[in-house]
């Protein structure tokens, strides 16, 4: 097992579900991996940490997000969602995705103090 954990940070939601996409295929190769990984969720991301929100196919050719993401589930993948981000957006984190936690820079620093590699989108 791999332990060089991944933190794939995402500001983008539907807006740009190719991106969504792109961010996903990245996560879920490294938990599947065996890397320990983590989304960050800001922005319009955090929609994404809703049940039920992220649907669709971004491309002919591409995996739905319904697949990334269980795909990322099942390998351990898990999110932390910015609390100042849900709060502006008054969204209720008892609606968020199983592996889904509010969670800030301070609990990413935390995360990843002893080193990973790091994706934005």
Do not use: H
């Amino acid at each position: 097992m791999n332990t060089n954990k991944a933190a794939i940070s995402l500001t983008t939601g539907l807006e740009d579900t190719e991106k969504v996409t792109v961010a996903f295929l990245v996560a879920a190769g490294a938990a599947e991996s065996g890397r320990p990984t983590r989304m960050f969720l800001t922005k319009e991301a955090v929609r994404l940490a809703v049940k039920g929100t992220a649907t669709g196919t971004a491309c002919i050719g591409c995996p739905s997000l319904e697949d990334l993401m269980e795909r990322y589930e099942s390998a351990g993948g898990r999110y932390l969602v910015c609390p100042i981000c849900v709060n502006s957006r008054a969204i209720d984190p008892t609606t968020f995705i199983p592996g889904a936690d509010m969670g800030g820079t301070v609990q990413l620093w935390e995360w990843i103090d002893d080193g990973a590699t790091a994706f934005s989108y």
